[in-house]
């Protein structure tokens, strides 16, 4: 069996290019590729390689895989400060087009980890080519997610030397040293997944890492007649989380649910 290859590219419209990394396979049969949608801010860095390990399984396993940035986001143009849900909502779309366009297939798949995995969620409601998604500890609600962040800032704050608050050119907020702006807030705190799962017509995997309290409301929510959903608690560390010696974990175990999952559901 050949090693898979890694192409970084660019793409999408001029003045707004993303970038994205294919991880190709050259045995690939499967009837799907798959996209993986990242977190953001700080759950983007603490995350990023056990996403590349997914990316390289998932590869090895068959399928044509592309992780990208959002606009503002790591390598993709565009400042922080300019990033909306609208826009990462049209990033996912246009990042479905050029991975169906580069692997040659019609169907995707699509992975969220966190904040990634509640805009996967409202970006395959109503589409027809979007035929599973994999929500890895989905962010439910926004207004939550930003609650928790700014506890975590606060909790961190305790241990750290105070530092003179910069307010960014869009006056918004600073969490956890990244920038969200007002539209950035609002458009997250506006997202809840209880209003929009009965809308997705895919196979649906849930991983959580711990036992969320919304969690029992959103797997009855997915779990309409007719749906397929599979619902996965994993004992694993919540790697989005900081880390004492600064490390970035991969849990292998999630890797493996993830990967052997998609893999039954297009076998």
Known sequence: MSTPRVLPFYFGPAGKRLYGCLHQSSHSSRDCAVLICQPVGHEYV?????????????????FTTLRFDYYGCGDSSGDAEEATVPQWLENISTAISELKQRSGLSRVCLIGLRLGAALSAVAAAGRSDVVSLALWDPVVRGSSYLQELAALQKEMQRFRPKSRRHRNKHDGLELLGFPFSHALASGIEAINLLTIACRLDASVLVIESREPKSHS??????????????????????????????????PAPALKSMVSWIGSTHA
């Not at 997915?222 to 004492?244: F, K, S």
């Open 217 to 250: 409301s959103l797997q009855g929510r997915l779990t309409q007649p007719g749906a397929r959903v599979d619902y996965q608690p994993v004992d694993i560390p919540q790697i989005w989380l900081p880390t004492v010696d600064g490390s970035l974990l991969v």
């Open 46 to 62: 603490n995350s990023h390689r056990a996403l590349r390990q997914l990316a390289a399984r998932l590869s090895e396993a068959g």
